[in-house]
């Protein structure tokens, strides 16, 4: 990673935790239980990619990104609450998240169940106050809900329960894909363009970018999940092969799903062509998603 890209994602992530403390409710404000998980769990280390995203594609169609701030925020609560949710028993039943114990591991299932819920109606509140110039509140708030409701987040996280163990096609999991992690991504970046008053063409080709990212971070996460650590990632390696997930490795081989991120990640660069200068931090995150290692 350049120490250009280093800094950027650094002041970004300090900006961003910053306005999550503002939005959300202090940890002292009851019921006290709810607020501390929720609080666990947003600031439990993470990336803040999804709110990156959303920040860098506003300033990349020529916006000052604060208007989309509360955009972003309100996708990292979205995010936050899903991992919660995805990592219940009844879901993928994983023990650790970030290098931490899962939630429901400290705070017992109920409460992680809620807390989830609590982040996810928050998202909501935090993304109303939202002032929109072009792009209305309505259209953002539709958007959002979109993205994290039963035709993409969710009907993507059903997909992907129900492909384990079962044989499926390359176009299948690539659909799986597109929805549970491609539509949140790609949604935060369509919300960070329309917070910089894009144009339609803009508009296209941040959408384009997003589906092909969205495809590549995930094929990536596949690859790492047989090829790293429990220690290295944070949460449990190998979980997708215990589970017999359909994952691009378990299709397409190791080498296989290397060369589909690759394909992936330069069709995410190709589709910024048309935003000249302006997209360059998106195609330097691209790039420094394809060689991430945890």
């Not at 006290?32 to 169609?61: D, N, Q, W, Y």
């Not at 939630?103 to 109606?121: C, M, P, Q, S």
Request: aromatic fraction near 4%; hydrophobic fraction near 40%.
């Amino acid at each position: 990673m350049s120490t250009d890209l280093a800094a950027y994602l650094a002041e970004r992530r300090e900006g961003i935790d910053e306005a999550l403390r503002h939005y959300l409710p202090p940890v002292t404000k009851k019921p006290r239980t709810l607020h501390e998980a929720m609080s666990h769990s947003l600031f439990a280390g993470g990336k803040r990619l999804r709110p990156i995203l959303c920040l860098a594609a506003c300033e990349a169609v020529g916006g000052d990104y604060s208007p989309a701030l509360p955009l972003a925020c309100a996708v990292e609560c979205i995010h936050t609450y899903s991992l919660i949710h995805d990592d219940l028993p009844a879901m993928d039943n994983d023990d650790w998240r970030r290098g931490k114990p899962t939630l429901h591991k400290i705070y017992g299932e109920a409460i992680a169940i809620l807390a989830g819920d609590a982040l996810l109606a928050e998202a909501f509140e935090i993304a109303c106050r939202y002032r929109g110039g072009r792009y209305g509140p309505g259209i953002v708030i539709g958007e959002l809900a979109r993205a994290s409701g039963s035709r993409a987040l969710v009907a993507g996280q059903i997909a992907d329960l129900e492909a384990e163990g079962k044989e499926i096609s390359v176009r299948q999991l690539r659909s799986i894909h597109l929805r549970k992690t491609g539509a949140l991504i790609t949604s935060a970046l369509r919300l960070g363009a329309m917070a910089g008053e894009a144009s339609r063409e803009s508009l296209r080709a941040v959408t384009q970018f997003g589906r092909s990212l969205g495809l590549a971070f995930q094929v990536i996460d596949d690859i790492l999940d047989v090829t790293q650590t429990t220690e290295r990632l944070g949460k449990s390696a190998g979980k997708d092969r215990t589970a017999e997930k359909a994952t691009y490795p378990r299709l397409l081989g190791l080498e296989g799903a290397q060369l589909a991120a690759r394909r992936y990640t330069s069709r995410a660069h190709q589709a910024l062509s048309s935003l000249g200068n302006k997209g360059a931090i998106l195609g330097e995150l691209a790039r420094h998603l394809l060689s991430r290692e945890n």
